[in-house]
């Protein structure tokens, strides 16, 4: 990975606490052209340090009210990605790690309700060949949700 300086860990730190914020404000901030802010964030898009942008949703608006992480124990952990391309045409689920521990891979899934996770638990995710077990955790609120800090280092 391209290794980042300052300015672009100012950038980050910047845009991760508002995405939308206009680049001239960036440029400002940083004491730069809009250009440059523009050739930086576009090198850090390239070289994967900036992996996205956007809004995020309340699954709760759309009626997702159970947020569950699943464990699930594989027959072989080098059937994993075999798992993961059928995981990929499940919507619920939202995201998936490959995992050292009691589990070969721990999912992050969403349901309307319990019914639903019931249906996505035994329907979907338990029929996936090698599969062999499953064990489900039902998130009861999200305390704290933020991404990794962008920290200054001495150069």
Known sequence: MEKIDNLDRKILGILSLNARIPFKDVA???????????QRVQRLM??????????????????????TYVGLNLERG??????????LDIPEIVECHFTTGSYTMLIKAFAFDNA???DLLNNKIQTIPGVVSTETLISLDQSIKRDIPVIQTEE
Do not use: Q, W
């Not at 994967?48 to 997702?64: E, H, M």
């Not at 059937?79 to 059928?86: D, I, P, S």
């Open 78 to 87: 080098s059937m994993y990605k075999e798992v993961v391309k059928r995981m």
């Open 46 to 67: 390239e070289a994967g340090v900036i992996t996205g942008s956007g809004f995020d949703v309340n699954p709760k608006s759309l009626g997702y009210t159970t947020c």
């Open 28 to 38: 400002a901030e940083c004491g730069v052209s809009r250009a440059a802010i523009h």
């Open 116 to 118: 639903a996770l019931m």
